[in-house]
């Protein structure tokens, strides 16, 4: 069974908005997939893409080192869309010519188009894009017409409706581009055909199917941490082969307060789960004594999460597959480096390959973060659950500041707890997207009634990102850090001051080891 039968793929040219071009081609209902432009083109052909979307990127196509597609590429009679870099390497490559520009074009540009064209087809004449570049095309190839301009580019985009080729100098893909989903939906459904097939309810459903299949009367294991992924995946196979999935829930004594008991309830009251859930604290923590090195830290919970899972996994007896939570971001083909790109430190709870298992299932690892939450309310998961912000799979361990002890380990679960109630509390869930408290290891001195005191500082610190590479200090309103501080002050036993971070990234990271 396929589960998707349309399919385009975006060639990845080392462009920072690659993954983004996909997300959004996703958003228009259309399956896609990322990969090197190096693909050669009778792969291409194999594959049965229906369309073809060069992404952005870095270099100027007359470098020798440029990167370049294969330009049988060109004659597959797949409808193609360059786009920034892509779209000079198209006119290049087709016998139009690319030039340096004096000034760089940068920003939000207004362009003029010709709504009659195909990709500017029912927009408005004039709009605003985003554009980031330098060269420019100077004449466009034999075929081809301009089909937008703007004061400082006199090709913003042309197209060749015989070939249905297709080029952008902007960015389609980005915000700021105001009108630029139509203009992906009118490649995408009007030039290569696309019928929006690609749904989450018959992703879901499709999935299912086809796990039963695969799994037949076989047994499944799978690693739940209570995170996004791994109860997403974990749902999908409970859902296709019921109580022939067994979950095995490590709990390291690291989670935020309550949250074991939420997963255990979730998992196995409301889906009515075989979950086996371990209660191993004391074993972390005794690994942990005297570790105050973040680094070190990570490593050790890393290794003993696996020797929790694997002496767990033994008294189970023979268990024929291994269910795991890779998305697609984990998987995907850099653009210009020849190695795939692997989540480096983030991947705590990582299984190793030689566990006897005679295979691995991924049910999610074509998918984007965005439409493994849309798979999770489809599969009912509670909203609380799917919307949860991204929790480091070290947990409190690296926002404890120094050596671990279960006394710091409870201050900070209380006041992270209280940080957690008052965001909600204020409605606003939704407008921040990390945000924790971390035991920041300064004492300092302060008073409380008629005496002096010498206790911890908290840190509170909540950031907006949309990637997590980058991310903004929020700026929550004052009077809810006021309830916040107050509140840890007065419940919190040995906390006698709380302050407020206010560092982006960069140049701090969100988590402060
Ligand atoms: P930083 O602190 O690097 O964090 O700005 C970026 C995002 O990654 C999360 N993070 C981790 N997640 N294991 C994880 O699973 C880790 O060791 C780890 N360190 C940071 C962090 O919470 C943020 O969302």
């Known amino acids: 069974m396929d589960i998707k039968r349309e399919s385009v793929l975006i060639m990845d040219f080392g462009g920072q908005y690659s993954q983004l071009i996909a997300r959004r081609v996703r958003e228009c209902n259309v399956y896609c997939e990322l990969r090197s432009y190096k693909l050669k083109a009778d792969e291409i052909k194999k594959a049965g893409y229906m369309g073809i979307i060069f992404s952005g990127g870095p270099n100027s196509t007359y470098e020798d080192s440029a990167p370049k597609c294969d330009p049988e590429i060109f004659r597959l009679g797949i409808p193609i869309l360059g786009i920034c870099y892509g779209a000079q390497l198209m006119a290049q490559a087709l016998g139009g010519k690319v030039e340096k520009s004096e000034t760089r074009e940068y920003g939000k540009t207004e362009i003029e188009c010709n709504p009659s064209s195909l990709v500017f087809h029912a927009g408005r004449s004039k709009t605003v894009t985003w554009m980031s570049h330098t060269d420019y095309i100077a004449k466009v190839p034999h075929g081809f017409k301009v089909t937008a301009i703007s004061e400082g580019c006199p090709v913003v985009a042309m197209e060749d409706i015989k070939r249905k080729f297709f080029a952008l100098q902007f960015h389609p893909e980005v915000n700021h581009t105001e009108q630029g989903m139509l203009y992906l939906r009118n490649y995408l459904y009007n030039a ?89 604290q004391e074993r972390f923590l005794t690994r942990l004594q005297g570790v105050s090195d973040p680094e070190t830290k990570r490593k050790i919970i890393g290794e003993e999460f696996i020797r929790v899972f694997e002496d767990e996994a033994k008294k189970l007896g023979r268990i024929e597959f291994l269910c795991q939570g890779t998305i697609y971001p984990d998987v995907v083909e850099s653009g210009t480096g020849d190695a795939a790109v692997i989540k480096s430190h983030h991947n705590v709870g990582g299984l190793p390959e030689d566990v006897g298992f005679e295979g691995i299932i991924e049910p999610l690892r074509d998918l984007f973060k965005d439409e493994v939450r849309k798979a999770g309310i489809e599969l009912g998961i509670p909203e609380n659950l799917v919307w949860r912000q991204p929790f480091p799979g070290p947990g409190l361990a690296i926002r404890i500041m120094g050596e671990i002890t279960e006394d710091k380990l409870e201050i900070l679960k209380d006041a992270d707890a209280i940080l957690r109630e008052e965001i909600k509390a204020s409605g606003l869930l939704r407008d921040v997207d990390q945000y924790f408290a971390v035991l920041t290891g300064i004492k300092s001195v302060g008073v409380m009634g008629d005496g002096r005191t010498y206790d911890n500082t908290i840190a509170l610190r909540a950031v907006t990102t949309s990637d997590f590479m980058t991310a903004d200090w929020a700026r929550l309103p004052y009077d809810v850090i006021e309830r916040i501080s107050n509140r840890i002050i007065n419940e919190v036993r040995n906390v006698n001051r709380v302050v407020y971070d206010v560092t982006s990234k960069p140049p701090a990271t969100i988590e402060w080891e």
């Open 192 to 280: 290569c055909g696309c019928t929006a097939e690609w749904k989450m309810s018959s992703f879901v459903t499709d999935t299912i199917a086809r796990l039963r299949e695969m799994i037949g009367d076989k047994k499944v294991l799978c690693a739940l941490s209570g995170g996004v992924d791994s109860s997403v995946a974990a749902l999908l196979v409970h859902r296709a082969v019921g109580k022939q999935l067994t979950c095995i829930f490590v709990d390291h004594g690291l989670l935020r307060k309550d949250e074991g008991d939420e997963v255990e309830a979730v998992f196995r009251k409301q889906f009515d789960m075989n979950l086996i859930r371990v209660n191993a």
